[in-house]
């Protein structure tokens, strides 16, 4: 069987953990950015979404070409192990080479100013310098970043004029590089800082390559000449750069005394020089200001005691942000309203906001979680809401146009799992602080906090449908039922099997049962009216999620065997098990209302759709960028959303073939029904009946027991053989005399049975098996 992609309607997701991570794209429409172990091509306009595939881990940097023909990603390692850089094509999104000459990290990327080299800079545990030849697909040379007796290299930027010259920065040093054309090899030259130490994390160089600025950790800018003649041809074998002087933006000015100089708080971390020889800074605490330089008349009034910097910039326009600074970036695209210009502010807390340079207001455009999603929910019946849980936060998102419409921000704590309750009045959150809180979905008010829950933090949780009973479930291996009223919520019952943390609780359609998975191997059902256990089920895995069938009758488990398994419910049986992946864990399950599909997600990457009764996966999802981690269908069936470990949530869209809805079948037969007035809508109807029940649905009174009488007239007094097992002969027996009176006239008395030929040897008509002895019988 073929098996089809998924179609995404919409991705949520950016990582900004990534210095300069977030890169524009020279034609002016594209932006590019890592998103757990991919990197990420959108179409800035009708934000279309191409990835670019093959790191082993998370993307540690990004680069793009001056030309946008390439784009360079290196990733993180873990200690030990080699990192490695890629090379991709912008147009054919594919790969062109790689190299693994780095340990553990690489810490930064940059193209020469002609595209022919890919400069890549080593970590903390590497400290090189790898020259990569873009036409050849070869590395040419390599270098130690800093000397010995100064710190590691952190940041790299090329000139623009000087298509062999780039500069490197770190811990106390600052490094200006030329790349030989005969040899390739590589020469490099000191700035002398004298006695100043700084540590810088980011740098800027003018057009014409005359100065470069330089952000620090101590919040002040150094500026430096790198000394080279305009003529980009001449020899720079002689020419050495030289420090200008380590600046700082000014404070309140005073007539006869000297300015103070503001340094910016957690050190800036992203630096722009402009056309007009204005600065643009981005600092660790949010703030984002333009600065101009300071030209001081007479001679500049001199403090008591030597400053470290010199207060040289003045703010024309600032505004501040959540978040720490990362990236910063100038769009310039013909096709943007007003000002042509828009500066574009990546932060650490995983957002994307644009400033419009002449206003400065910031504009959020992309939000997501910084760290892995835990859960996803669904209010009862509303398809266009969902709310994740994640790090610190859990968020309201709306479907259709993949924006956040909520933010309930609890810090320092993690969410496992949440809920809507079944009137859609709260959301009921877990955390692994053993807090369960409550709050509203419109405006994320508290509405109540069960504190104490659970001693090493609540792992899981669900809810009946009447929303008077609670369900968690506890990293110590406790399932503990709670009484919830407006007034108070109080314990019922402490129910203690599970040996080790529960992954997962539902409750059954019919609120009489709860079923439990815990990573102990086992997985059991309890019944809610007696609050004990009903069942138990064991496997060899670790039990991840688990899911009821709508009717009840069976449960769908998925765990660290990498399978999907079916069980009775009533009996603990296992009725089927499939392989649902061949890599790693399942992480998340769910089923459609109907019962006709459900969607898995495990440690693949990968979201599958199969189909329940036949057991086989038809379209598959590519697109995370780490392990899934919950997926949900939408209660109208149209929509799967699913989370990862990287922080992004990706909306796929259900297969047309499966949103055809079957006719009525009134209006199979030709005739359709006329409508209802409006007391017959009214009308309680007390005589519908439900043809069939759940598993485990109880009657509401016990029936007596049948006196003698009704023993008698409910036995089969009809002629007919003690062994026979045709149900024909218990329809023929229930024919009235008039039927059989009109079967004779008609002469129709010949009736097909279903009943085999006696001369086929049956369970019940063997002679073996009637002459054995009665204890087989």
């Not at 890919?118 to 970043?145: E, F, N, P, Q, Y």
């Not at 369900?471 to 110590?476: D, L, R």
Request: net charge positive; glycine share 8%.
């Amino acid at each position: 069987m073929d098996v089809k992609n998924l179609e995404p309607y919409a991705i949520i997701g950016f990582d900004g953990s990534a210095i300069r991570g977030l890169k524009v794209h020279p034609d002016g429409e594209h932006i590019v950015y890592p998103m757990g172990n991919k990197v990420c091509i959108q179409d800035w306009k009708s934000k279309k979404m191409y990835f670019l595939s093959g790191h082993t881990n998370s993307v540690s940097t990004v680069a793009v070409s001056p030309k946008g023909t390439y784009i360079g990603s290196g990733q993180i390692n873990h200690i030990g192990f080699k990192a490695s850089a890629k090379l991709w094509d912008f147009k054919k999104k594919s790969m062109i080479g790689s190299h693994e000459l780095h340990k553990v990290r690489v810490e930064a990327l940059a193209f020469s100013s002609d595209e022919r080299y890919m400069i890549s800079l080593g970590g903390r545990d590497d400290g090189c310098v790898v020259l990569w030849d873009c036409a050849a697909g070869a590395a040419t040379g390599t270098s130690a970043a800093a000397r010995l007796t100064t710190g590691d290299a952190m940041t790299l930027t090329p000139l623009s004029l000087r298509v062999n010259s780039f500069v490197t920065g770190g811990d106390s040093n600052l490094r200006v590089w030329n790349i030989r054309a005969e040899s390739k090899n590589l020469d490099v030259v000191d700035v002398s800082l004298g006695k100043l130490r700084r540590c810088v994390r980011c740098i800027a160089v003018n057009q014409d390559d005359t100065f470069g600025m330089a952000g620090t950790t101590s919040g002040d800018i150094i500026k430096f000449s790198i000394n080279y003649p305009s003529d980009p041809t001449e020899t720079v074998a002689n020419c050495k750069p030289s420090l200008i002087g380590c600046l700082a933006k000014c404070g309140p000015w005073k007539k006869g005394k000297r300015p103070e100089s503001i340094c910016y708080s957690q050190g800036i971390e992203s630096i722009l020089i402009m056309v007009d020889g204005c600065i643009i800074v981005g600092a660790g605490d949010g703030t984002i200001d333009i600065l101009d330089e300071i030209n001081w008349k007479g001679d500049f009034p001199k403090g008591k005691v030597i400053d470290p910097n010199k207060p040289h910039f003045r703010a024309l326009k600032s505004t501040k942000l959540d978040g720490c600074i990362t990236s910063l970036e100038l769009m310039e695209s013909p096709s943007l309203k007003g000002d042509k210009r828009l500066l574009l502010a990546g932060t650490r807390s995983s957002e994307i906001y644009a400033i419009n340079v002449t206003t400065f207001d910031p504009i959020l455009v992309v939000t997501c979680h910084r760290c892995a999603i835990n859960d996803i929910a669904f209010p009862r019946g509303m398809s266009t809401v969902f709310a994740s849980a994640g790090a610190g936060d859990v968020r309201v998102w709306c479907a259709r146009s993949a924006r956040e419409l909520l933010r309930i921000v609890v810090p320092n704590f993690t969410c496992s799992a949440l809920l809507f309750a079944a009137d859609g009045k709260s959301i009921v959150t877990a955390w692994n602080d053993g807090n369960i809180r409550a709050f509203t979905p419109l405006t994320g008010r508290l509405i109540y906090c069960i504190y104490n829950t659970h001693n090493k933090g609540t792992s899981a949780l669900d809810m009946t449908h009447d929303g008077r009973t609670l369900i968690s479930g506890g990293c110590e291996g406790q399932v503990r039922v709670w009484d919830i009223k407006p007034e108070c919520q109080s314990l019922k019952k402490v129910l203690k099997e599970h040996k080790s943390p529960v992954s997962a609780i539902q409750v059954s359609p019919n609120d009489m049962e709860a079923v439990s998975a815990g990573t102990d191997g086992s997985c059991i059902i309890w019944d809610l009216i007696s609050l004990s256990r009903r069942q138990v089920m064991y496997a060899n895995t670790l039990f991840m999620c688990v899911c009821f069938e709508p009717k009840g009758c069976q449960l769908l488990t998925g765990g660290s065997d990498r399978r999907v398994a079916y069980w009775e419910a009533g009996s603990g049986n296992l009725a089927r098990e499939l392989e649902a992946s061949k890599v790693g864990a399942i992480n998340g399950l769910d089923i459609t209302q109907d019962g006709e599909l459900f969607v898995t997600g495990g440690n693949d990457q990968m979201v599958k759709l199969w189909k329940y009764q036949e057991g086989v996966y038809t379209h598959t999802g590519l697109g995370h960028a780490g392990a899934v981690t919950s997926c949900r269908f939408s209660p109208d069936a149209r929509t799967v959303v699913s989370s990862c470990a990287a922080g992004s949530i990706i909306i796929w869209k259900v297969p047309e073939i499966y949103l055809q809805k079957e006719a009525l079948p009134s209006e199979r037969n030709g005739v359709r029904n006329s409508p209802k007035t409006l007391p017959e809508e009214l009308k309680l109807q007390l005589d519908d009946k439900p043809t069939h029940k759940a598993a485990g649905d109880r009657q509401n009174k016990i029936p007596s027991a049948p006196s003698k009488i009704e023993k008698i007239e409910a036995m089969n007094t009809s002629r007919s053989s003690v062994h026979s097992c045709c149900p024909c002969d218990t329809v023929r027996s229930k024919q009235s005399d008039k039927s059989k009176k009109i079967s004779l006239k008609t002469g129709n008395t010949a009736t097909k049975c279903c009943k085999p030929p006696d001369n086929l040897p049956t369970r019940t008509t063997s002679k073996d098996y009637v002459n054995s002895s009665g204890d087989k019988k």
